[in-house]
């Protein structure tokens, strides 16, 4: 088992930053890929941004690219989403979701989920 807490959220006026941080515990943190999805109301949840075991490589949603950046600390077993210029648009449930190896990071295949954070934007 691997127990994930999110932290972070609030409320932003656009144009502003927040910083969301997952903290895991459980299981060896570093098998895991870590990612961030998202859940606005009446849509489906939506990949956001991964990295892999070791931090050295990272992939968005083209529509964070360039304006959130995800990273991770194994000594601290936590991942953070940095989060810049949001937009309205961003406003959704944030979760910190981990997968074994994290060789495809798609919502059918994660195997822990956060209890999610809530994150919004005001226009």
């Known amino acids: 088992q691997v127990q994930l807490v999110e932290s972070g959220g609030g409320l932003v006026q656009a144009g502003g930053s927040l910083r969301l941080s997952c903290a895991a515990s459980?299981?060896?943190?570093?098998?895991?890929?870590m990612g961030w999805f998202r859940q606005a109301p009446g849509k489906e949840r939506e990949f956001v941004a991964a990295?892999?075991?070791?931090?050295?490589?990272?992939y968005y949603a083209d529509s964070v690219k360039g304006r959130f950046t995800i990273s991770r600390d194994n000594a601290k077993n936590t991942v953070y989403l940095q989060m810049n210029s949001l937009k309205p648009e961003d406003t959704a449930v944030y979760y910190c979701?981990?997968?074994?190896?994290?060789?495809?990071?798609?919502?059918?295949?994660?195997?822990?989920w956060g209890q999610g954070t809530q994150v919004t934007v005001s226009s």
């Open positions: 979701a981990a997968e074994l190896y994290g060789s495809a990071m798609r919502v059918g295949t994660i195997d822990y």
């Open positions: 990295t892999g075991w070791s931090g050295g490589y990272a």
């Open positions: 459980g299981r060896t943190f570093s098998n895991y890929g």
